[in-house]
């Protein structure tokens, strides 16, 4: 099945390929009971629910992994079981060395994220509701100290903790037809995953802080001439249009050194917060790890030899 087939078919809810770091990648196919029903797959939760579908790509795109949130009944809202699978599966792609890319996105049409579930948020116990707030923080934190590059592709509404989300990511994709804002104050709360960090990173302080002030909602268009995203992509009759230009950049990306990637990653994290004398310094010491690796011999080598380099991440 061609990727670009195949992830219209994940969007219909046809047939869908769930993977884990274990090497398990596994046609499966929709009806009653087919997930439970298949040896060797990984489940991210007891919870029946299929929240959270989680593809290895095969072939030349081996290296990239889409992570699917899958709730249209919940508009893909953040929910308890929805954070326990995330956190699982973003534990999952950290420990797996073989990840070149990571694309998170959704499996609903229209919809990215809708931010917290608000109907299971108001049966919480006032005392329930700030840990899972934590816990939902520490996944959004987790998602954003992934080694490797990681690309939200939003091809519809990305909502508080939605956006959040897609914030935590390396690289933002956005349809014209998205439509991302922090709206946590027409709820007199404020963005309680790391929002009122990130967004004034990504677009800087004084807009960031109109956006926040007046719960604002901007279609995807307007989210790349802001800067909160990186390209903005015409949707397509699909509603794939994100999720294909983020498979685009993964592609481009993939075959990189992917020692050198992570570097770089790490690099310009840990830099852009601290003085340019101190990142000058990070960048001196991530640059020493690529030194002894084979990748690196392996790239003058092609070089010389003036074929494409086979780097192996060693």
Same mark, same amino acid.
């Given at each position: 099945m061609a990727v670009q087939a195949g992830h219209r078919a994940l969007l219909q809810g046809?047939? +869908?390929?769930?993977?884990?770091?274990?090497?398990?990648?596994?046609?499966?196919?929709?009806?009653?009971?087919?997930l439970s029903s298949l040896p060797g797959t990984r489940h991210y939760s007891s919870d029946?629910?299929?929240?959270?579908?989680? +593809?290895?790509?095969?072939?030349?795109d081996s290296g990239i992994v889409v992570v699917g949130i899958n709730r249209p009944k919940a508009k893909n809202a953040i929910s308890?079981?929805?954070?326990?699978?995330?956190?699982?599966?973003?534990?999952?792609? !950290?420990?797996?060395?073989?990840? +070149?890319?990571?694309?998170i996105c959704s499996l609903v049409p229209g919809i990215f994220c809708a931010g917290a579930d608000?109907?299971?948020?108001? !049966?919480m116990q006032q005392s329930e509701v700030g840990p899972f707030v934590s816990k939902a923080r520490a996944l959004i934190t987790e998602l954003g100290n992934?080694?490797?590059?990681?690309?939200?592709?939003?091809d519809g509404a990305?909502?508080?903790?939605?956006?959040?989300?897609?914030?935590?990511?390396?690289?933002?994709?956005?349809?014209?037809?998205? !439509?991302?804002?922090?709206?946590?104050t027409k709820l007199a709360i404020i963005p309680g995953a790391g929002g009122t960090q990130r967004l004034p990173r990504a677009i800087g302080v004084s807009l960031a802080k109109e956006l926040i002030f007046a719960a604002r909602v901007v279609d995807g268009a307007e989210a790349c001439r802001l800067g909160l995203s990186n390209h903005s992509v015409e949707q397509n009759k699909a509603g794939d249009a994100a999720y294909l230009r983020a498979?685009?950049?993964?592609r481009e990306i993939n075959p990189q050194g992917p020692i050198a990637v992570r570097m770089a990653k790490l690099a310009i994290n840990q830099g852009i917060e601290?003085?340019?004398?101190?990142?000058?310094?990070?960048?001196?010491?991530?640059?020493?790890?690529?030194?002894?690796?084979?990748?690196?011999?392996?790239?003058?080598?092609?070089?010389r030899e003036k074929r494409r380099p086979q780097f192996k991440g060693e």
């Open positions: 046809v047939c +869908r390929l769930v993977g884990a770091s274990s090497g398990c990648r596994t046609h499966v196919c929709s009806g009653t009971g087919w029946p629910k299929e929240d959270l579908l989680v +593809r290895h790509l095969e072939g030349e308890k079981n929805l954070v326990n699978m995330m956190l699982e599966a973003v534990e999952d792609i !950290k420990n797996n060395n073989k990840v +070149r890319s990571v694309i608000l109907k299971e948020r108001a !049966k992934l080694p490797v590059p990681t690309i939200a592709a939003i990305a909502l508080g903790g939605g956006l959040e989300m897609a914030l935590a990511c390396d690289i933002r994709i956005t349809s014209n037809t998205a !439509k991302l804002g922090l709206v946590e498979l685009e950049l993964a601290v003085d340019l004398l101190t990142g000058l310094a990070i960048e001196e010491a991530c640059y020493a790890q690529v030194i002894p690796t084979k990748d690196r011999l392996e790239g003058l080598a092609a070089f």
